[in-house]
């Protein structure tokens, strides 16, 4: 799994006072915890920019003055007025120990029930999963080359070897649903074809009657005529 690199400073004082000095100079007050006493640190607001804004899922390794950590991002908190990061919560990673996280579904390949018209929806981008940070993969490619209209993969349609799904079997990951326009698209071309041939069949029937007539009117005319020369 990539990792990328953070360098920290220690708090020597926590508190809101603190914190709030901190932020004033773009700093990023910081906890990392999961392997006994927790560590207090703060950070450049930068060094968020790969981990928060970003699809990708990272190791960090956390250099507090010198002394490097291993850890996941957990938690993170933002202004709600500005939206910048105020608070960030780290764990460390042991090697041992299974470790949880959300890595990214990648989707490959192009959907058959796409190609016949129908519309692609991913329901889920991200998928929390356990396992050592040792085989961490990068992200979780999904074939979705055989979906046809109306199917889907769920969550228990993935195999990874090494890697525990922590989100419910049934959840859907992606799925291919019939497009509304092109349904509806059918249904006009055939009240369309109806009213054709309806047309056609009142056209014809107009002619008949007009031909009708008009062979009476001239059988009229004919039986006048000899009537007169008599």
């Keep these: 799994?990539?990792?990328?690199?953070?360098k920290g400073s220690?708090?020597?004082?926590v508190g809101k006072t603190?914190?709030?000095?901190?932020r004033k100079q773009d700093q990023i007050p910081c906890?990392?915890?999961g392997n006994g006493k927790n560590v207090h640190f703060h950070t450049h607001e930068n060094s968020f920019k790969e981990i928060v804004y970003t699809p990708n899922a990272y190791l960090v390794n956390i250099d507090v003055d010198g002394k490097v950590y291993q850890a996941v991002l957990r938690d993170i908190q933002f202004h709600p007025v500005t939206d910048k990061i105020i608070h960030a919560d780290f764990f460390q990673v042991d090697e041992k120990v299974p470790v949880w996280i959300k890595m990214p579904v990648i989707l490959e390949?192009?959907?058959i029930g796409v190609l016949n018209g129908g519309r692609l929806v991913q329901k889920m981008r991200k998928v929390k999963v356990s396992g050592l940070a040792s085989v961490l993969p990068d992200e979780i490619k999904v074939d979705i080359s055989d979906l046809a209209i109306g199917q889907s993969i769920k969550v228990a349609d993935l195999k990874i070897?090494?890697?525990e799904l922590?989100?419910?079997e049934n959840a859907v990951l992606v799925i291919v649903k019939?497009?509304?326009a092109v349904v509806v698209e059918e249904e006009e071309e055939g009240e369309e074809g109806e009213e054709g041939e309806e047309g056609a069949e009142g056209e014809e029937g107009a002619e008949g009657a007009k031909g009708e007539a008009a062979a009476s009117g001239k059988s009229g005319d004919a039986a006048h005529a000899k009537e007169a020369a008599k």
């Excluded at 799994?1 to 953070?6: F, G, I, L, R």
């Excluded at 220690?10 to 004082?13: C, I, P, V």
């Design 1 to 6: 799994m990539k990792s990328v690199e953070v």
């Design 10 to 13: 220690l708090r020597e004082t």
């Design 18 to 22: 603190t914190s709030k000095s901190l």
């Design 31 to 33: 906890v990392l915890y």
């Design 109 to 111: 390949g192009s959907a």
């Design 161 to 163: 070897d090494g890697l």
């Design 166 to 168: 922590l989100e419910p």
């Design 178 to 180: 019939t497009a509304r």
